[in-house]
């Protein structure tokens, strides 16, 4: 059965598509533009009432159920599961992978997240903002090097859903002003992470919508202004 991906090329979205081309399960990309608002179409709402991408329809999850998730983190630990496969069998590499996962989804993200916005979108620059953000930007950075100096990948020896989650936030680093070559174990992962072709053909899915140059008004309202804080 295919499972249904609601989704965009953002590093949000490349962590499903990635995992799905890892795991070769059968999929479907429902493409949602949220550049054009359609994250609030209310067959969107229906599955997500965080209206953000990506988000999945399973009509075949556990006992024939049928599953919709929102939320990158759950959906990697729920196709993980379902296969059997990326995450570590042994038990203690198990929770060092939904540790790691964790810290993607609690700091990495929204930090690497807020310092793009700051930097890149904000209509006036802010030094306090880009400042803070920059060096959590740098710190998280930090703390990935001394785990990868220590371990192949972030949960151990094996690969897993917490670089699938981490790699689509490291890469591109010159958008957060980072020099790889100043974080070599993490330059390391990320080049034979990137050499992965599940890895090349997950971030291709969608690529062709791939946002480039400065925001237009209509994309800047949808996404930072009063259709976003809408009550739905
Ligand atoms: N914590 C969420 C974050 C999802 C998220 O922020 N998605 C962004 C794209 S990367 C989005 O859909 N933005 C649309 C909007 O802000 O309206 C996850 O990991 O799934």
Redesign the pocket.
């Known amino acids: 059965m295919t499972i249904e991906v609601w989704s ?1 090329p ?4 490349h962590k499903v598509h990635i995992a799905l081309e890892e795991l070769e399960l059968p999929y479907k990309v429902v493409p949602v533009n ?1 550049g054009k608002g359609e ?1 609030f179409r209310p067959e969107f709402l229906a599955i997500t009432p ?5 988000a999945i329809v399973d009509p075949e999850g556990p006992d024939g159920r049928r599953v919709e998730l ?4 759950a959906i990697l630990i729920y196709l993980a599961e379902k296969s059997g496969r990326l995450m570590p069998s042994d038990p203690v590499e198990r929770y060092k992978a939904l540790q790691w996962l964790m810290f993607q ?1 609690g700091g990495v ?1 929204p930090m690497f ?1 807020q310092y793009n916005h700051f930097a890149a979108y904000a209509p006036e620059k802010i030094p306090y903002a880009t400042e803070r953000y920059g060096n959590e930007v740098k710190r998280l950075h930090n703390v990935l090097e001394k785990r990868l100096s220590q371990s192949e990948y972030l949960a151990g020896k094996d690969y897993s859903i917490a670089d699938i989650a981490t790699f689509p936030w490291v890469r591109n680093p010159d958008r957060r002003d980072i020099d790889l070559a100043e974080y070599p174990a993490v330059k390391r992962w990320h080049d034979a992470i990137a050499a992965r072709p599940a890895v090349q053909r997950g971030v291709a899915v969608l690529s062709e919508n791939q946002r480039s140059g400065p925001m237009n008004d209509e994309e800047r309202e ?2 930072f202004g009063k259709t ?1 804080y809408q009550r739905r």
């Open positions: 965009w953002t590093p949000n979205g949220i994250q965080n209206h953000r991408i990506p929102f939320e990158s983190g989804m993200g997240g949808l996404l976003q």
